[in-house]
């Protein structure tokens, strides 16, 4: 029997990169129902019909995740059409960049919205469907190895990713006794569609970056969508038992290991 027959899933950011590569990889695996959701409609619409030739009864229901509203419409679309939301990915979220010194008050707070009250709000609303059908249900959430620190034109994405890391601890501790489980998965640098946007408008990357920053990986290759849907699937799936509040890194380094980076002093302290 296959992981994910008779399952319903709702990934976030599933129009394009990781979230799309989840969803087809559950439905090459019997997933019975899917809610598609981003931003672009058309993105979104070819995604569902991916998901339908595969078998996946699907719709996609657009959806801003720095609106509360349209995130309690989001759920409510998905329990209205199938009943039901065994599984849950938060993979959509923003990278946009922000050190100590340009970060603004009002990109804290949408940066915040997106990559952590939405995961949360998302996932109270899953509970609430599964607490309510007596069933149980999971979670994942696509963290980043960024959380640990990260570096320092990504203050605040950094520190929204390290706030998801402490919310799935306390969630998968309160909704144990529901038999909700919510793990997060920490990747590093990953080859989608959106690091390309992200390459090209704030590091002058050209045609050839993936090429040479795939050079400099240990691995010879960024991470890609399609193996780390594997991994998040595994983690969905009953395959995983148990598991739950775990936070798992996916990626080429390894934290607390190898020499650590300093910062150099600037000229006016080493003049004084």
């Known amino acids: 029997m ?35 959701t981003g931003r ?3 993105r979104g619409e070819f995604v569902r019909d991916e998901l339908v030739a595969k078998g996946c009864d699907a719709v996609f229901v657009p959806a801003e ?21 065994d599984h849950l990915a938060n993979c959509g979220a923003v990278t946009d960049r922000g050190d100590v010194w340009d970060t603004t008050a009002e990109f804290w707070d949408w940066m915040m919205a997106v990559n ?24 994942v959430n696509v963290g980043s190895v960024a959380g640990y620190g990260g570096q320092d034109f990504i203050t605040a994405y950094s520190v929204s990713k390290g706030a998801l890391m402490t919310m799935t601890r306390s969630l998968a501790h309160q909704l144990m006794p529901h038999r ?3 793990v997060t ?32 990986r240990p ?27 775990a936070i798992i890194d996916y990626d080429q380094t390894v934290q607390g290991a190898g020499s650590a980076s300093v910062p150099a002093p600037l000229d006016h302290w080493e003049r004084s």
């Open 40 to 42: 672009n409609a058309d």
């Open 219 to 245: 691995f010879g290759r960024l991470i890609k969508p399609e193996e780390l849907a594997r991994t998040l699937a595994f983690v969905l799936s009953d395959d995983a038992g148990l598991m739950t509040g």
């Open 180 to 182: 909700i489980r919510v």
């Open 116 to 139: 952590v009250r939405a995961p949360f709000l998302l996932t109270q609303g899953v509970a609430e469907i599964a607490r309510r059908n007596r069933q149980p249900a999971s979670v």
């Open 65 to 85: 995740l720095d609106d509360a509203d349209q995130l309690a419409a989001l759920v409510a679309t998905a329990d209205e059409r199938f009943g039901r939301i």
């Open 185 to 216: 998965v920490n990747p590093g640098w990953m080859d989608t569609p959106g690091e390309d946007v992200i390459q090209r408008t704030y590091h002058d990357g050209g045609d050839d970056w993936l090429a040479r920053a795939e050079a400099e």
């Open 2 to 36: 296959s992981r994910f027959s008779d399952r319903v899933a709702l990934v976030t950011g599933s129009t394009q990169g990781l979230g799309r590569a989840l969803l087809l990889e559950m439905a090459d695996d019997g997933l019975a129902g899917a809610v598609v």
